[in-house]
């Protein structure tokens, strides 16, 4: 531990170096979840994908860990992480912007050895002319829609991309990807669906390496692994799959700071608008994290928190800097000022917060906000 120092006895923050708790991000969980994947996917390598801060955790932190661990393909979105990145990976990770590059920023791209996943002819032909201006080979992943209709070259550009290639010898394409749409749900026909037009892709490309896999995607079995996984929220510890065990660990931690305790009589009202009212004398605490802390307002009334794993439900709405919860299951005076309880940790997970709130495990984890003291072990 870096940050404040907690009292086991009382577990009371004594240092808290203004922080109103600990969110504590596991490299080694992170490092064992990276080999599983590997494991699955092998002999195809699994790459990290790090877009959105790797999901709130720290994208410069999270990568070292990963390069450490043998990755050296990184997946951003914006071509701004990229460059925030950069300075935190050593020259042989290479650093993939999934949604392309923004007209003007290409020659950047360039000098700055990044990959852009093409998604268009537009763009194939921008990068292209970006290399013969340069006069220099340039590297690309190539991005075909297989039935998402987000992200990626059109069925109707296929032609016109393969014709283009034929005639560019000046850009290296590292391999031919695409996106799942609901790898997350094992029966999903979609995922057939997807398989089938990225067998299509193939064949219009002969060739070219394949990467496919999302985190549900390396679950799905290996049709779908190509040469390159791009796994997200398993490595974070979030369900690759919807409806079984999770295999994943969970790599977050989030202890909050009890700001004040208060008994209060039936019939009071509890939070903004009033809308808890109490039905018998309550104990309540009030936390030091709500909405602005990545506290979904949606667990107004319905989500809890645990402490040493009695469930403590939420009371009334969750407010932008706090949260009240009922803590009458525990013994009096078992949670003070100062007290931490548990938001995240053994007993509630990601999965578990995000279907309270009605979220998706990566709603919680890209909200988690930076008033904690982060600590990375
Ligand atoms: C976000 C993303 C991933 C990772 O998805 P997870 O579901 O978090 O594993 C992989 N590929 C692309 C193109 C993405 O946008």
Redesign the pocket.
């Given at each position: 531990m870096d940050g404040g120092i907690v009292d086991s006895r009382t577990s009371k923050l004594t240092i808290d170096r203004g922080a109103c708790g600990y969110l504590t991000i596991d490299l080694t969980a992170l490092c064992r979840n990276y080999d599983k994947l590997c494991s699955i996917v092998a002999p195809a390598r699994a790459a990290a994908?790090v877009?959105a801060d790797a999901?709130g955790l720290g994208a410069n932190q999270v990568s070292k860990a990963l390069y450490g661990r043998g990755s050296r393909h990184f997946?951003v979105?914006h071509f701004v992480e990229a460059l925030r990145l950069r300075p935190h990976l050593p020259r042989d990770a290479s650093i993939f912007v999934?949604n392309g590059l923004l007209p003007g920023n290409e020659t950047a791209c360039a000098e700055g050895g990044f990959v852009p996943?093409i998604n268009s002819l537009d763009q194939l032909q921008q990068w292209s002319e970006t290399a013969r201006s340069l006069k220099r080979r340039l590297p690309a992943a190539l991005?075909f829609d297989t039935g998402m209709s987000r992200?990626g070259i059109p069925p109707e550009e296929r032609g016109a991309v393969a014709a283009h290639l034929t005639a560019a010898d000046h850009l290296d394409i590292l391999f031919v990807?695409?996106?799942l749409a609901s790898?997350?749900e094992a029966e999903s026909i979609q995922n057939a669906d997807q398989l089938a037009e990225m067998r299509r892709v193939a064949e219009e490309f002969p060739g070219y390496d394949l990467s496919f896999?999302?985190?549900?995607?390396?679950f799905l079995g290996g049709d779908f692994h190509g040469v390159l996984a791009?796994?997200?929220?398993?490595?974070?510890g979030?369900a690759?799959t919807g409806g079984v065990r999770n295999p994943m660990e969970p790599v977050v931690r989030l202890e909050v700071a009890v700001v004040q305790t208060r008994t209060v009589p039936t019939g009071a009202r509890v939070g903004y608008g009033g809308v808890h009212v109490t039905k018998t004398e309550t104990r309540l605490a009030t936390i030091a994290a709500g909405y602005a802390d990545g506290l979904p307002r949606s667990l107004s009334d319905r989500g809890s928190v645990y402490y040493n794993g009695v469930r403590l439900p939420i009371v009334g709405r969750v407010s932008m800097d706090s949260t009240t919860i009922d803590i009458s299951a525990l013994p009096e005076g078992t949670l003070s000022f100062g007290s931490l309880v548990e938001v995240l940790g053994d007993h509630q997970t990601i999965d578990d917060i995000a279907r309270d709130a009605g979220l998706i495990s990566?709603e919680i984890l890209t909200s988690l906000g930076h008033r904690f003291h982060r600590q990375y072990r």
């Open positions: 994908v877009k999901y997946f979105a999934l996943v991005q992200l990807m695409s996106h790898a997350d896999a999302n985190s549900g995607g390396i791009r796994p997200g929220i398993a490595l974070y979030g690759p990566y």
